[in-house]
């Protein structure tokens, strides 16, 4: 049974209007809008919805707030969807539309749905990098790039209260696998037909961070592009647009080694460009991140005050996961 990744976002959103221009600023390939809707097609197929968080068809959940109200993953074939679907339904109520596609909850009340992904294999070739005695690029210059367009969705990020208590369902009903366990700040988790060191990212929603109230909210999603120098044209068409600037710039995370630059979004939390992240198989073993912010930034171009100090260097591997991705039971204090 294969999860290939996200298919489908439903952002509900005050402004559809505005956050339709958002995201055409921000790359996404727009297919159609209207006052009711807008509707972007990435070129893996995903689809990006944004839609009035007052939309009657947007689903009931325990999401706090705007942003994305539904995550449609994609399964790659109709008798893995139906295997997924009876799975999740032993435990939780699941709603079937015509065309197939599943809606659920999860116990911890985050808005999901399966449905068959013909999924469309992207392939970049991002210039080749010098360096001091190595020339891989001899008289030719990097693309000069206009504009950012994402191909991918990555990732998925929820606020949730209880991040432990809420993966256990992602393993069991829908055979995501552990990444990487952040102590006192969450879960990683990928699904089984992807590369990607995360689809999803339960984050603790208690924790003394902006925007997050101890609710399920919706945190950000992130686009993929092909290199750092996307990822800094985006930013910079984002800001001769008008949008709001970016808190911490361009970095990258320890955990996962991707290139980051987060933007405030519209349409609620954040949208972020990324770029070269970790790829993982089933050989990988999860980590335990002790010290959260070790992992969280490598380097940044804005850096937090928490960073003024070098963070302990502290991780190890997650006992009890090794080796086929398995986590630890519900993990006790100082986790
Ligand atoms: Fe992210």
Known sequence: MAILGIETLIYGVDDVGKCTDFFEDFGLPLIDRSAERGLFRLAEG???????????????????????????????????????????????????????TAHFLTPCGL?????????????????????????NRLNSHRRWRTRAVPKVINHIVFTVKDFDASFPFLRDRLNFRLSDYQRGYGIYARCDGTGNHHSIFLLNAKLPLPGLDGEVRFHHVNYGVEDIDEIMVG?????????????????????????????????????????????????????????????????????????????????????????????????????
């Open 111 to 135: 808005p999901m749905g399966l449905r068959v992904f013909r999924r469309v294999p992207v392939v970049t070739a991002p210039d080749a990098l010098n360096s001091p005695g190595r020339v």
């Open 46 to 100: 995903s689809n990006v919805v944004i839609r009035s968080i007052n939309d009657p068809s947007l689903p009931t959940s325990e999401v706090k707030g705007i942003g994305v109200r539904e995550v449609i993953w994609g399964v790659d074939t109709a008798e893995n969807l139906e295997q997924l679907v009876s799975n999740v339904a032993q435990e939780v109520e699941v709603r079937r539309d015509a065309d197939g």
């Open 235 to 335: 930013a910079n068409y984002m800001q001769r647009r008008g949008w709001a600037k970016s808190h911490l710039g361009l970095g990258r995370h320890r955990i996962d080694s991707a290139l980051f630059f987060y933007l405030p979004c519209p349409a609620g939390g954040e949208a972020e460009y990324g770029a070269d992240g970790d790829q993982l198989d089933d050989s990988w073993i999860p980590r335990d991140w002790v010290e959260p912010g070790f992992g969280y930034i490598f380097f940044v171009h804005n850096m937090p005050a928490f960073l003024d100090a070098e963070p302990a260097w502290e991780v190890k591997y997650l006992d009890g996961a090794v080796p086929n991705g398995q986590p630890l039971e519900k993990r006790g204090a100082g986790a």
